[in-house]
Every structure is written in structure tokens, then in C-alpha cells.
């Protein structure tokens, strides 16, 4: 089993859908939760960070974490074709020299 | 304003031929990484480096080695590239080991012949 699955998608959604994203994983030592996106031709930008268990919010993205089922998900309202891009999950250990385990990313494409 | 340098963008090469990735990062930042991402697989980190002088192995190290003489550049060193490190590869910084904040570059599009 890999340490993280994500949805592979690609993912098409019209605009103003709200969006789903998911990620599993199997090491229950991580404790630092990511969403980055990925822009074509562009370098992952951090999207939402979250420690440990909970909700956070920032403007029309929420992103989920759920230990005891180690899984994460990312929430985005309203869609915008701006949101048009890859949505990578990634976690880490704490103290792990900056390594981030990622999952494969999913493609969305957000319909105008 | 804040940002990762890399450098080539773009490169094609041959088999066993030396090459160099350079990266620079602005914002003083102790850590800094190297990842390759390709298609099925994902990000997989190759080196990092702590501070200067100080680096060690990541996930996929082979073929690579990697050099922090100051604390601004980290370039990634393929002395002999074979078609197996084919890939896109990326720096990136940040400023502590407990914080999932990397800054990435644009990324180096490599292919070895």
C-alpha cells in the first residue's frame, strides 16, 4: 500500500460547483497536512496547512483532516476556471528534514 | 521579491554527459530540497540539505549528488545522467524542519538521450 493515495481524476466541474478532493494514508505519524496546487508549467504553491486533526478555512477553501481514518480533504466553493489546476496533497513527519510525502495529484478543470 | 531560482529551465542531454541544476533562494531560508516529479509516481524527494555543508539522502538519491557551500545555493549535479532520470525536477526552501511551507521553483525540464 502506499503511504498516500489520492484520487487519480482528472476531475471536470462547471463553474460554481463545489469541489471534492481526497487523499488516504497508511503512517500514522504524520501530523503536518497539506494542499498544495500546482499551476501548469509552475511550481506546487501552498494552498492550506494543517496540524493534526481538525478544520481550516480560508476564504472559499476548507480543508479536512480525520487521524482516525487518516484522511484528508480539501473543500472549494463557488469553483472559479481559475481553480483550474493540480491539487496535490501532501504530509509530513515532524522533524523530517522538510521531507513532504505526496500523493499523485488530481487535474481539475473548472467549466466557465 | 521572494522566490527559488532555477536553472536551466529546459535541457536536453545525452547519456554520461555532466550536468548541473542550479538553484538560489532570496529568503534566507535553513533548509533546502531537491524532488523530481514524474507521471504515476509523483513528488519524491532526492536530497536535502539542513544548512551549509550539512545535506543527506532522500528517497531517490542514486545518480545525484548535491552540494550547500552557502546557505542561498543548493545545485543538484547529475555526473553521469542516464534516460532513467529523464524527469522535472524541483528546488525548494523553507525555514524550519517542522513547517510544511516549501517554496518551490519553476521547476527543470530534463530528458537524456
Known amino acids: 500500500q502506499k503511504e498516500v493515495e489520492q484520487d487519480p481524476g482528472p476531475l471536470s466541474v462547471p463553474e460554481g460547483a463545489i469541489v471534492s478532493l481526497n487523499c488516504t494514508y497508511s503512517?500514522?505519524?504524520?501530523?503536518?497536512f497539506m494542499w498544495y496546487r500546482q499551476y501548469s508549467r509552475k511550481g506546487p504553491e501552498l494552498l492550506m496547512y494543517t496540524y493534526s486533526s481538525g478544520n481550516k478555512e480560508d476564504g472559499r477553501f476548507t480543508a479536512q483532516v480525520d487521524k482516525s481514518s487518516k484522511y484528508i480533504s480539501l473543500f472549494i466553493r463557488d469553483s472559479q476556471p481559475s481553480d483550474s489546476a493540480t491539487y496535490l496533497c501532501?504530509?509530513?513527519?515532524?522533524?523530517?528534514?522538510?521531507?513532504?510525502?505526496f500523493g499523485k495529484g488530481i487535474t481539475l478543470s473548472v467549466r466557465p | 521579491e521572494a522566490q527559488v531560482t532555477q536553472n536551466p529551465r529546459y535541457l536536453i542531454t545525452v547519456t554520461g554527459k555532466k550536468l548541473t541544476v542550479t538553484c538560489s533562494q532570496n529568503m534566507n531560508h535553513e533548509y533546502m530540497s531537491w524532488y523530481r516529479q514524474d507521471p504515476g509516481l509523483g513528488l519524491r524527494q532526492i536530497y536535502y540539505?539542513?544548512?551549509?555543508?550539512?545535506?543527506d539522502k532522500g528517497d531517490v538519491p542514486e545518480g545525484y549528488k548535491v552540494s550547500r557551500k552557502e546557505k542561498r545555493n543548493f545545485p543538484l549535479i547529475l555526473e553521469s545522467p542516464s534516460p532513467n532520470q529523464t524527469s522535472l525536477y524541483f528546488c525548494a526552501s523553507n525555514p524550519g524542519p517542522n513547517t510544511g511551507e516549501l517554496f518551490f521553483g519553476e521547476g527543470s525540464r530534463l530528458t537524456v538521450l
Open positions: 501532501a504530509m509530513s513527519v515532524p522533524g523530517a528534514n522538510s521531507k513532504l510525502t
Open positions: 540539505s539542513m544548512n551549509v555543508e550539512v545535506t
Open positions: 503512517n500514522s505519524a504524520f501530523q503536518y
